[in-house]
């Protein structure tokens, strides 16, 4: 079976998560005993506080997405390594749940739709590790996995009748966070689509902005059309829908920030929001005059980012270490900005005194895949996090490799804090034209984020969007951008 949420979306393969348990019965079989097995917990659906209302349609756990494609709550899941056999446990419903939910399906629905050996349903705390002895299990690999971006841990399951087996939590999040840095061309498939949507959700917002806009209003409209017509249910992160000096707010749009600002004629407009479809992630960002036309200093800064997002689009090849990107993109645009007068020296001197990271504090990029930080920024032949300004903020060090999934989302902001810092340090100040810099205070900041594929044989952008300041402009002038227009466009991608 597959997922699509009609004829009008993408359609995703089962074999897509065939072929990532084969995938991690292959990496494990040299490394582990006979009769070992892997357990995974899938995610449990909470009510907000101590209501009985859930906050969001659930969405399931990535590491069990990735394994299973389980899209309802409370699944847990076994593969036996030796064999491959996988066998789901479902939760048992209570018979009322054919009253307030819907359909209550039995145990062949769902080794149909997951395309999984066996299906059993979880009815006692004992009901797991029955199976497991019944599969001649000893040893059982728990996942225990820590964030290296927040420092949250997803805790290992605990399951009735664990001490009868010898349990293992270190492997497993090696493994499988390694296995999802590389997509097979199956995920690429469903991410190409998401960057789709999330394309034509952006082209939506810059057809429809105008000056007196609200920015929640433009974010709306996004979610609409990433929904609408791309059954996109979920974001992969908060709307970032900023304008004017809000675009100089590397997170704006949060709780204490809720993109409800007043778009004024002549505001630069920077919309980082993306759609996931079928848990895959997308994140695109757009920088654009809420008029549609730049001014000579939007030009400028502009630019800058663009050539720096060209630039490493180009440079970043299999075998490249992403922090030689990150200074590439510090030095592109820092020699723009030389050009432009707000910068002066020696511009490899002023990348050391990390007079870039003045301009772009963040990191140039992230993996992308299940979670819109994916897994993984810091395994493999990563080296340690810097403690420097702008590099600190990497969210992986690693060197590129084949089909792995990664943003390349250089910016340019005017952030006040950060400018006063720099101009009261005497090795930073003596590159920086603090008369020329004020001018472009209070404007904002520019981002221009792909989400890419690095192949050997040259990199794919999955985004589809107007780039160049002669594109946007033409683009946002042009005629009517209307549902039929936006229909036609996905239906086009599909077919």
């Known amino acids: 079976m597959t997922f699509q949420l009609s004829e009008k979306t993408f359609k995703v393969p089962v074999t897509l998560f065939t072929e990532n348990r084969q995938r991690l019965v292959d990496s494990l079989k040299s490394k582990v005993p006979a009769n070992s097995a892997v357990l995974l917990q899938g995610g449990i659906e909470k009510n907000r506080y101590n209501t009985d209302a859930a906050d969001l349609p659930f969405r399931q756990e990535s590491y069990f997405f990735w394994t299973f494609g389980v899209n309802e709550s409370e699944f847990w899941g076994v593969i036996d390594v030796t064999s491959g056999k996988t066998v789901l446990f479902a939760p048992r419903l209570d018979p009322s749940y054919a009253i307030w939910d819907g359909k209550i399906n039995d145990e062949k629905y769902f080794k149909e739709k997951y395309a999984v050996d066996e299906v059993i349903f979880n009815d006692t705390e004992q009901t797991i590790a029955q199976k497991l002895k019944g599969l001649a299990v000893k040893q059982v690999y728990l996942l225990r996995a820590e964030n290296t971006d927040s420092g949250d841990v997803l805790a290992e399951p605990k399951f009735g009748g664990s001490q009868d087996f010898q349990l293992n939590t270190e492997l497993l999040y090696k493994e499988m966070a390694e296995l999802r840095v590389i997509k097979t061309e199956k995920e690429i498939d469903v991410m190409r689509y998401a960057s789709k949507i999330a394309s034509e959700a952006h082209r939506a917002a810059m057809k429809h902005m105008k000056p007196g806009l609200y920015e929640y209003q433009l974010e709306s409209l996004f979610r609409h059309t990433s929904y609408y017509h791309g059954g996109c249910r979920h974001l992969a992160y908060t709307c970032i829908a900023a304008s004017g000096c809000n675009g100089s707010v590397l997170h704006y749009g949060h709780a204490n920030a809720p993109n409800d600002k007043f778009i004024k004629d002549g505001d630069m407009c920077l919309f980082d929001m993306g759609p996931e479809y079928n848990c895959y992630a997308s994140d695109i960002t757009t920088s654009f005059p809420s008029n549609g036309k730049f001014t000579e200093k939007q030009k400028i800064v502009y630019n800058a980012v663009l050539d720096a997002n060209l630039a490493v689009l180009r440079e970043a090849k299999v075998g490249v270490r992403w922090t030689d990107m990150h200074i590439l993109s510090e030095k592109v645009i820092l020699e723009h900005l030389k050009k432009a007068g ?82 009261a340090d005497p090795v930073k100040s003596a590159f920086l034209v603090k008369t020329e810099i004020d001018k472009y205070r209070g404007s904002g900041g520019v981002r221009i984020e792909d989400d890419v594929i690095i192949r050997a044989a040259g990199n794919e952008n999955l985004s589809d969007l107007p780039r160049t300041v002669e594109e946007i402009e033409n683009f946002m002038a042009s005629g009517e951008w209307t549902d039929r227009t936006i229909e036609s466009r996905v239906h086009e991608f599909l077919h």
């Open 342 to 423: 707000l910068v002066v020296g020696d511009i490899d001197k002023a990348v050391e005194a990390r007079v870039g990271a003045v301009f772009m504090p963040h990191g140039l990029g992230h993996l992308i895949g299940l979670d819109v930080h994916d897994c993984g920024g810091y395994m493999g032949d990563a080296t340690p996090r810097s403690t420097l300004p702008g590099l600190k903020s990497l969210r992986t060090t690693r060197t590129l490799k084949e089909r792995m999934a990664i943003t390349i989302e250089p910016g340019c902001y005017f952030i006040d804090f950060l400018l006063d810092e720099a101009l």
